[in-house]
């Protein structure tokens, strides 16, 4: 079974300007996800989607093979099922991709290699982080009303059913899924449990910190320098 792993980064970013090569804890951003895929058992070759020649750039010296991204599919309406489609015979066809997104840092090669070893089950396995008592309300035309418990009969917070956070680091797919759902989830699905402070991604400045702080205190091997 041939696995590869693609990293999608585009040059263009509306929350941080040039996001994906920011420095983050010493390298470029995009250098995390593609040593952490290279440094994987069972990831396969490591490939970046870009339009952007210094993302290709550092994507390169980082040790990925870089697929030069079509303007259409690098716009903010682009949708990542678009750069699969795109990506995927450039990569081989290989049977089973892994994505990985660049701005969720805070993994580690074994996270990778549990996601793939997950898919064994499954046509598609998404990384996931347990949210054991989380209590969210919506706002409906009758006023505020509590979504994922009963606030009139809450009862023991060990007696509530936890619900999962899809936490965008890790998705592990069978190549037939983009043809046959449409895109990387359908068909039987399966979740790889991360812990929470590893589902940290970084949108704004104000998570740059927060990221980094995971990283320097929980990953051992890991040394933010900056």
Not at 51 to 73: T, W
Not at 105 to 120: K, N
Request: hydrophobic letters at 35%.
């Amino acid at each position: 079974m041939k696995i590869a792993t693609i990293v999608p980064a585009r040059g263009g970013s509306k929350g941080i300007p040039r996001k994906n090569v920011m420095p983050f804890c010493g390298v470029p951003l995009i250098s995390w996800s593609i040593g952490q895929a290279l440094s994987s058992g069972l990831g396969g070759d490591v490939y970046v989607s870009t339009d952007d020649d210094e993302i290709a750039s550092h994507g390169k010296a980082s040790g990925a093979k870089i697929i030069k991204r079509p303007d259409h599919l690098a716009a903010d309406t682009a949708g990542i099922e678009g750069v699969m489609e795109h990506a995927i015979p450039l990569m081989g066809d290989p049977d089973v991709i892994v994505h990985l997104q660049p701005t969720s840092p805070v993994r580690e090669a074994s996270d990778i290699d549990e996601a793939i070893r997950a898919l064994q089950d499954y046509d598609a396995v998404f990384s996931a982080s347990v949210m054991q008592d989380i209590c969210l309300w919506q706002e409906g035309k009758d006023g505020l009303a509590s979504f994922t418990f009963d606030y009139k009969n809450r009862g023991r917070r060990q007696d509530r059913k936890p619900y999962y956070l899809e936490n965008g680091s890790i998705y592990v797919f069978r190549r037939e899924n983009i043809a046959k759902f449409s895109g990387r989830l359908g068909g039987r699905m399966g979740m790889s449990i991360m812990p929470v402070w590893k589902s940290f991604e970084i949108d704004s400045m104000e998570d740059v910190p927060i990221c980094e702080y995971f990283m320097n205190r929980m990953l051992k091997g890991e040394t933010c320098q900056g």
